[in-house]
T-cell receptor, first 113, second 115 residues
Framework: DVKVTQSSRYLVKRTGEKVFLECVQD?????MFWYRQDPGLGLRLIYF???????EKGDIPEGYSVSREKKERFSLILESASTNQTSMYLC????????????FGAGTRLSVL | RKEVEQDPGPFNVPEGATVAFNCTYS??????FFWYRQDCRKEPKLLMS?????NEDGRFTAQLNRASQYISLLIRDSKLSDSATYLC????????????????WGLGTSLAVNP
């Protein structure tokens, strides 16, 4: 079974803090993604990566950055957290050969106070 | 017009009922289509891909109508465990040349199966 692990299920941070969300997959997938999911807005793509050290902006990259130093790990960074970044964050991975089927981690519910 | 639209529901049905959801998409260049299931406070999980000729997996049937640009999901003999949100996902070109593609997620249709 594919396993995508997100380091935290719940996080509470203060405005202005730097926040790291970690995601690890154990299936040697080339592609990894970070989404946020909000009521009424659905899943929105923040950033994705097709390979190590490679990153591409998604639909809502503002206020976020990412890092992919190793194939199995994709980190999402909030440089200075703001209250409007309170959300459910979902990491996903996908093998290069798959027809866009994505495997998700359990999610991190982040609250910024 | 949204790229992918779903009726949010909720659909409340009794156990054993048959229920159908539709999802419309706006981009005629869409190539791949999927239904994902998301339980409350859990991550989305692939339920089934949708093939041009239609496909079935047990009690679940998915169909694609390219002419009218919609896909559907039919659930027969509903179980309590089918209660979830069903997300429609469409793969569309992400640039004008059509060289790159991306997934567009619907907001989901909520289903509650009642005893």
């Amino acid at each position: 079974d594919v396993k995508v692990t997100q380091s935290s299920r719940y996080l509470v941070k203060r405005t202005g803090e730097k926040v790291f969300l970690e995601c690890v997959q154990d299936m040697d997938h080339e592609n990894m993604f970070w989404y946020r999911q909000d009521p009424g807005l659905g899943l929105r793509l923040i950033y994705f990566s097709y390979d190590v050290k490679m990153k591409e902006k998604g639909d809502i990259p503002e206020g976020y950055s990412v890092s992919r130093e190793k194939k199995e790990r994709f980190s999402l960074i909030l440089e200075s957290a703001s209250t409007n970044q309170t959300s459910m964050y979902l990491c996903a991975s996908r093998p290069g050969t798959a027809k866009n089927i994505q495997y998700f981690g359990a999610g991190t519910r982040l609250s910024v106070l | 017009r949204k790229e992918v639209e779903q009726d949010p529901g909720p659909f409340n049905v009794p156990e054993g009922a048959t229920v159908a959801f539709n999802c419309t998409y706006s981009n005629s260049a869409s190539q791949s289509f999927f239904w994902y299931r998301q339980d409350c406070r859990k991550e989305p999980k692939l339920l089934m891909s949708v093939y041009s000729s239609g496909n079935e997996d047990g009690r679940f049937t998915a169909q694609l109508n390219r002419a009218s640009q919609y896909i559907s999901l039919l659930i027969r003999d509903s179980k309590l465990s089918d209660s979830a949100t069903y997300l429609c996902v469409v793969n569309i070109p992400s640039d004008n040349a059509g060289n790159n593609r991306k997934l567009i997620w619907g907001l989901g249709t909520s289903l509650a199966v009642n005893p």
